[in-house]
């Protein structure tokens, strides 16, 4: 069975951090690129930020350059958002995705498994 388990997420005054995690089983997790996304209630999912299968690139939402890093360890299939002097713009719910191949990319509806998401809440 497919599973991407996302984790970390809580409430959090404005400044604070986060570390989310996200726990992939069932599938080859080298062979995939990892995504996360955020959807804040009223408004479409977005791409925060995603490494690809090699590790040799990262990308950030412009907003969150900066201030998040991603990072993935394959011996653990585990991928990591690290948040950093958070917003209160930042709250939304946040999934980890897994795509097929080489490439990120933000089109949330090309990829090929989803977590079931973990709210994450910063208070100004």
């Known amino acids: 069975e497919v599973q991407l388990q996302a984790s970390g997420g809580g409430l959090v005054q404005a400044g604070g951090s986060l570390r989310l995690s996200c726990v992939a089983s069932?599938?080859?997790?080298?062979?995939?690129?990892i995504g996360w996304f955020r959807q804040a209630p009223g408004k479409e999912r977005e791409g925060v930020s995603c490494?690809?299968?090699?590790?040799?690139?990262?990308y950030y939402l412009a907003s969150a350059k900066g201030r998040f890093t991603i990072s993935r360890d394959n011996a653990k299939n585990t991928v990591y958002l690290q948040m950093n002097r958070l917003k209160p713009e930042d709250t939304a719910v946040y999934y980890c995705?897994?795509?097929?191949?080489?490439?990120?990319?933000?089109?949330?509806?090309?990829?090929?498994?989803w977590g079931q998401g973990t709210l994450v809440t910063v208070s100004s």
């Open positions: 490494i690809d299968r090699s590790l040799d690139s990262q």
């Open positions: 995705g897994a795509i097929s191949g080489w490439l990120c990319t933000y089109h949330y509806y090309e990829y090929d498994y």
């Open positions: 069932g599938f080859s997790f080298d062979d995939y690129s």
